[in-house]
């Protein structure tokens, strides 16, 4: 077989096999990494370089793979955008975790969001209670947003770090 076909096909295989596992192990996986999930993400991509280029460690071979994997995500993303079936397969929906201050227990579990990590989210967005929740989301890219139950149904905001010389003039 071609070296290069060789390549193409397994760069294929393992492009394909991270979107399955992302696609399994849901967007909340995706929403804020910290130092663990770096090194994850590090880890993954060296244990499935070998596999994508085989023996073939040149510059030309890594270059190949590195093509095909941009080629595959360009294909992916405009099927996507343009079939509702292939936006139902690769993408998650967005899904209401609170209406009107009720919290939807059974999506909660679902997502695998704990009580403390909803009102994490709460509080980062300035309220105190889940009553103030108008709407809480579990966005498509794994945060939560949160929408006020005011009259005006603005949606809020809250820097979550500040840089320490700006504290220190308030």
Do not use: C
């Amino acid at each position: 077989m071609n070296p290069y076909l060789d390549i193409i096909l397994r760069s294929a295989a393992v492009y394909l096999f991270m979107v399955v596992a992302l696609r399994i192990f849901g967007k909340k996986e995706l929403s804020q990494l910290n130092t663990a999930d770096v090194i994850l993400i590090l880890l993954i991509s060296n244990s499935v370089q070998n596999a994508m280029v085989g023996s073939d460690t040149s510059l030309w071979g890594g270059l190949a793979a590195a093509a095909i994997l941009f080629i595959l995500n360009f294909i992916v993303k405009k099927l996507i955008y343009k079939y509702k079936f292939f936006s139902d397969i690769f993408e998650e929906k967005a899904q209401i975790l609170i209406h009107n201050g009720k919290p939807n227990y059974k999506q909660l579990a679902h997502e695998d969001i704990t009580h403390d990590e909803l009102m994490e989210a709460i509080h980062e967005h300035g309220m105190e209670n889940i009553k103030d929740v108008k709407l809480a989301i579990l966005e498509m890219d794994g945060n939560i947003s949160i929408i006020s139950g005011d009259k005006t149904l603005k949606q809020t905001h809250y820097k979550r770090r500040r840089n320490r010389k700006n504290i220190n003039r308030m």
